[in-house]
């Protein structure tokens, strides 16, 4: 059986895990078979917690980024602190969600964190909400941009297309397990060679465990659900987002030592 991946998680943050709890879930995890998850950034500090976390822990890798809800506290120059752990920018992007988002902060952030990518020559997890035609428009002036990952993606079936089109990975979560997304209507199994697998945890636990907290572990079962949707075997889909996860932020062999 192939082993699975969660790459987005914010299991580092003690908001929401105390430390005892995220060790837990990272046996829970091992034992469900997910055997490396990265742990996303929402700021800098987070970020810089997302690091502590991942440089303790074997399998785990974290990011580096700024959401786009701190984009009017946000303050340039960013200094990203190498580490080999250290395999994305994210998650950054752009969320018109809110009535009082500030649209030029965000662009102006978003900017930020794609020049840090490419300087960095890292991919991006990228979490954009309702505003998909004006990140397409802003991300086309980095066409250095490594291939990277639209996360939670909950857009219309059209945009789905034109991102795939346009190369991004999509990454899959809870959500598409309750939230009836229409984008997941009509997949077929040649999805797979783009989408990626992930929690989001705490947030959005996928059903069968809906009413708990989320948690790294429970990748297992968006695997099943989608695994349900294409009609292929939970191991297929293990296999073949493992291995987008893999190319996309180079984690090495989770049988070598790191
Ligand atoms: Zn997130």
């Known amino acids: 059986m192939a082993y699975l991946i969660d790459s987005h998680t914010h299991l580092h943050d003690r908001e929401f895990f105390t430390e005892a709890q995220a060790t837990a879930m990272l046996a829970n995890a091992h034992r469900l078979g997910v055997e490396q998850l990265i742990c996303i950034g929402t700021n800098v500090t987070d970020s810089q917690a997302a690091l502590r976390f991942a440089e303790a822990n074997n399998g785990v890798f974290c990011s580096y980024g700024v959401h786009p ?7 340039a120059p960013f200094t990203v602190t190498p580490s080999d752990k250290l395999v994305c920018i994210g998650e950054v992007g752009l969320d018109y969600h809110y009535p009082d988002y500030d649209k030029s902060s965000q ?17 991006c997890s990228f979490h954009v909400r309702e505003a998909l035609p004006d990140f397409f428009s802003l ?30 990975y999509i990454g899959v979560n809870g959500l598409a397990t309750f939230a009836h997304l229409d984008c997941y209507k009509n997949l077929t199994a040649d999805f797979l060679d783009r989408a990626l697998l992930e929690t989001d ?25 989608l695994a349900k949707k294409l009609g292929v075997s939970p191991d297929l889909v293990a296999e073949k987002t493992t291995h987008n996860v893999r190319q996309i932020f180079h984690l090495p062999d989770p049988g070598r030592s790191e």
């Open 139 to 168: 991300v086309a002036n980095f066409p250095k941009l490594k291939p990277s990952v639209l996360h939670s993606f909950s857009d219309s079936p059209e945009s789905l297309a034109l991102a795939l089109d346009k190369g991004f």
């Open 107 to 123: 662009w102006q952030l978003l900017e930020e964190m794609l020049q840090l990518a490419v300087e960095l020559e890292l991919p």
């Open 69 to 75: 809800e701190f984009a009017a506290q946000a303050a």
């Open 201 to 225: 945890a705490p947030f959005l636990t996928p059903v069968p465990k809906r009413g708990i907290i989320n948690e790294p572990g429970y990748v297992k079962y968006v695997a099943d659900y």
